[in-house]
T-cell receptor, first 113, second 115 residues
Framework: AQTVTQSQPEMSVQEAETVTLSCTYD???????LFWYKQPPSRQMILVIR??????QNATENRFSVNFQKAAKSFSLKISDSQLGDTAMYFC??????????FGAGTRLTVKP | DAEITQSPRHKITETGRQVTLACHQT?????MFWYRQDLGHGLRLIHY???????NKGEVSDGYSVSRSNTEDLPLTLESAASSQTSVYFC??????????????FGPGTRLTVL
């Protein structure tokens, strides 16, 4: 079974600083997808960034970027120029080609003014 | 605009009662999913469907059932509610199986309390 581990239950960062959230996963699959979702206090799940395992280039979406290390099964999220609105729970997720998605336990990020 | 809705948003019920949570999407997506969210566990997959008349068990399916009679709806039924099923439930949908653009779109969630 696939497992996703987020080793940092809580993190904080000063506004405008950079923070990196860690995620590791375990799988025997060669083709899969990785995601980071954000869940603000509203509870809505919002897709932040997506990475296809067959792509070597790290995905980037504005201030959000990932460091995907396939051999190490690592998928960290870097948030640059942190903003107060980035305060949320962040979930790393692994999905097989069949759309079966597994989530990590989450990291609670607080951005301090 | 297309959306995915859940009802009710909050529900309190008693142990042993049957409860049905509704999920409706207007994306015309083939795939629909039910998750539960508990502290320390993230989201865990309960059941999923790849199309009408198709249903599959997920990681934590015991005590839950689903049926898919049309594209838009996937109701989740708790046959006999237990206190361990107190949780926040999310419905999600995605375009098609195996697609490169297989982002799952989530509903707003239903908070269920079983007393």
């Amino acid at each position: 079974a696939q497992t996703v581990t987020q080793s940092q239950p809580e993190m904080s960062v000063q506004e405008a600083e950079t923070v990196t959230l860690s995620c590791t996963y375990d799988t025997s699959e060669s083709n899969y997808y990785l995601f980071w979702y954000k869940q603000p206090p509203s509870r809505q799940m919002i897709l932040v960034i997506r990475q296809e395992a067959y792509k070597q280039q790290n995905a980037t979406e504005n201030r959000f970027s990932v460091n995907f290390q396939k051999a190490a099964k690592s998928f960290s999220l870097k948030i640059s120029d942190s903003q107060l609105g980035d305060t949320a729970m962040y979930f790393c997720a692994f999905m097989k080609f069949s759309n079966d998605m597994r989530f990590g336990a989450g990291t609670r990020l607080t951005v301090k003014p | 605009d297309a959306e995915i809705t859940q009802s009710p948003r909050h529900k309190i019920t008693e142990t042993g009662r049957q409860v049905t949570l509704a999920c409706h999407q207007t994306w015309n997506h083939n795939n629909m999913f039910w998750y539960r969210q508990d502290l320390g566990h993230g989201l865990r997959l309960i059941h999923y469907s790849y199309g009408v008349q198709d249903t599959n068990k997920g990681e934590v399916s015991d005590g839950y059932s689903v049926s898919r009679s049309n594209t838009e709806d996937l109701p989740l039924t708790l046959e006999s509610a237990a206190s361990s099923q107190t949780s926040v439930y999310f419905c999600a949908s995605s375009a098609r199986r195996g697609s490169s653009y297989n982002e799952q779109f989530f509903g707003p969630g239903t908070r269920l309390t079983v007393l």
